[in-house]
């Protein structure tokens, strides 16, 4: 007969999940379980079936041969039914191995795209940065997946001043990733003609919040340090505070900002300001440190990663420092596989020996409208 239209294979595709994975054969002759009436009339009145033979795998009906009249006009014999049994069980095994081999190219497809996503996205998450006024720069990425939404970047202005931004976009995978990119180019277009933190962000929030299709947001924290490499401001967006290490073993949470990126349109975020000196540490970080669960709910933690930062020597440069604190999170993780990116930015301010140990407090936060 003719082939059957789109329509008729949507119905027959329908039914199947009703037919009984118990019985080998069904005549129509005869009632069959499952069967509604606008079931019989597409399989009897339209389709002319006097025969169904089902194609199983496991229990389950992959699809199903159907019969109709014999061209002798004879009824199907037993010995017709066995046979076409035979056939349908060995269609069957064809079928689930076509189905297997497109599932498995779906995978190898899947996994190439995932592969060149994760290439592109090393290519902007750098580890050593040009040189900076009176600093260095070290950071570290290690994706849970093949591709992630932890992102990182160093931009530097044209005054010779520069940004050092962090942040985390919800979600995993190439849609995580792609907000990543876009967060790139977006502070990167933006820091030629800003110095704002605070305008930066605000102009980061408008992107994300206007450009995605779908509710996506992200944390961030970003700083701009001036050109002299002494005067850093900065603000956070929701992200996880950044700890501000200074020579004199005090530490600094850096908590100043606003709501994170992408929840609203319009949105003010604070300033902080802090005076540099050498031997300060500024170590920026994302929730897969600080929530690196050992398989027994305990986390890492910030407290850990403070008393850590303490007991290290002012001594070890930015890419030291940063291996530690992995090490350190490797140690708790133990055989655990991680569930989430963790990403690190270590900055550490360099300049001569006479330069005075700063003082405590002289952290200042000022509101930027």
Known sequence: ????????????????????????????????????????????????????????????????????????????????????????????????????????????????????????????????????????????????????????????CEDGSFFVAIADVAGKGVPAALMSSMLQAGLRTLARSERSVAAVLRGLNSLIYRSTAVHQFATMFLAHIDASG?????????????????????????????????????????????????????????DGISEADDGSGELYGEERLSHLLAAMPTTLDARSIATRVLEAVETHLGAVEAQDDRTLVVLRVLGAAADPVPEPGEMAAVVVR
């Open 230 to 286: 002494r005067r850093l401001r900065y603000s956070n967006a929701g992200h996880n505070y950044p700890v501000m290490v200074r020579r004199s073993g005090l530490q600094e949470q850096l908590e100043t900002g606003g709501l994170l990126l992408g929840v609203m349109e319009d949105v003010t975020h604070e300033e902080g300001v802090l005076q540099l000196e050498c031997g300060d540490r500024l170590v920026l970080y994302t």
């Open 1 to 156: 007969g003719p082939p059957l239209t789109d329509a008729q294979i949507e119905g027959v595709a329908r039914l199947l999940p009703r037919l009984s994975t118990q019985e080998s054969s069904f005549r129509m002759t005869d009632p069959v379980d499952g069967l509604r009436r606008r079931d019989r009339e597409l399989l009897v009145s339209d389709l002319g079936v006097e025969l169904m033979v089902p194609l199983r795998w496991r229990g389950e009906n992959l699809g199903v041969v159907l019969l109709g009249e014999k061209l002798t006009g004879t009824q199907y014999t037993s010995e017709d039914v066995t046979l076409l049994n035979a056939l349908g069980s060995q269609m069957s095994v064809s079928l689930q191995n076509a189905l297997l081999l497109r599932d498995r190219l779906r995978v190898a497809r899947l996994e190439e795209e995932l592969s060149l996503a994760q290439k592109i996205q090393q290519t902007f998450l750098k580890a050593e940065f040009p040189p900076l006024p009176r600093c260095e720069v070290h950071a570290v990425n290690l994706p849970s997946r093949h591709v992630g939404g932890d992102y990182y970047d160093v931009v530097v």
